[in-house]
Antibody, heavy 113, light 107 residues
Framework: QLLETGGGLAKPGGSLRLSCAAS????????MNWVRQAPGKGLEWISSISTTGDFQYYADSVKGRFTISRDNSNNSLSLLMDGLRAEDTAVYYCAKFGSSDHWGQGTLVTVSS | DIQLTQSPSFLSASVGDRVTITCRASQAISGYLAWYQQKPGKAPKLLIYAASTLQNGVPSRFSGTGSGTEFTLTISSLQPEDFATYYCQQLQYFPRTFGQGTKLEIK
């Protein structure tokens, strides 16, 4: 199971930190991901992190503003979002892809003054 | 970056119809392709991975084929619960791009 928390309202230029609590599987064995969906729009992959946390990957739209991290001892995934923009308004999902695919229920981030 | 283009973007069909959605990649992705179904307000649900492998619990009316740059998702006989939006995603390269989606509506 994956459970995201930390969404809410932020002002342009502000920051938010999303968390994803994992349970029921060997968290440390999987690359983990964040995907977002703006209202009425399609899915957008935004970031992945390797099993050990040594490698992080970002979409160009968030590179330099968002930071993905993980804590394998606590089975948790995080996304620190700085420099928020109106276009970052979306539901954010944490997910693991592949044959053992699983997604959280999502958390809504709204960026507005 | 690899671009995924789905066609059509909108599809109107009836219960019992056979429908096919195509996903074209801007370069070869060696079968690392997944198909998802998403209903309003819900997280995406994996239907097919590795281009043609049916996820556990997914009805056999769903099937996936393809390789290289062209992939298809076929629903052999539409059921009322199949009306949703479908996405392809490539899992070979970063960024892990999604197609723009295909909205399947009831005719």
């Amino acid at each position: 199971q994956l459970l995201e928390t930390g969404g809410g309202l932020a002002k342009p230029g502000g920051s938010l930190r999303l968390s994803c609590a994992a349970s029921g599987f060997s968290f440390r064995s999987y690359t983990m991901n964040w995907v977002r969906q703006a209202p009425g729009k399609g899915l957008e992959w935004i970031s992945s992190i390797s099993t050990t946390g040594d490698f992080q990957y970002y979409a160009d739209s968030v590179k330099g503003r968002f930071t993905i991290s993980r804590d394998n001892s606590n089975n948790s995934l995080s996304l620190l979002m700085d420099g928020l923009r109106a276009e970052d308004t979306a539901v954010y999902y944490c997910a693991k892809f592949g044959s053992s695919d699983h997604w959280g229920q999502g958390t809504l981030v709204t960026v507005s003054s | 970056d690899i671009q995924l283009t789905q066609s059509p973007s909108f599809l109107s069909a009836s219960v019992g119809d056979r429908v096919t959605i195509t996903c074209r990649a801007s370069q070869a992705i060696s079968g690392y392709l997944a198909w998802y179904q998403q209903k309003p307000g819900k997280a995406p649900k994996l239907l097919i991975y590795a281009a043609s492998t049916l996820q556990n619990g997914v009805p056999s009316r769903f099937s996936g084929t393809g390789s290289g740059t062209e992939f298809t998702l076929t629903i052999s006989s539409l059921q009322p619960e199949d009306f949703a939006t479908y996405y392809c995603q490539q899992l070979q390269y970063f960024p892990r791009t999604f197609g723009q989606g295909t909205k399947l509506e009831i005719k």
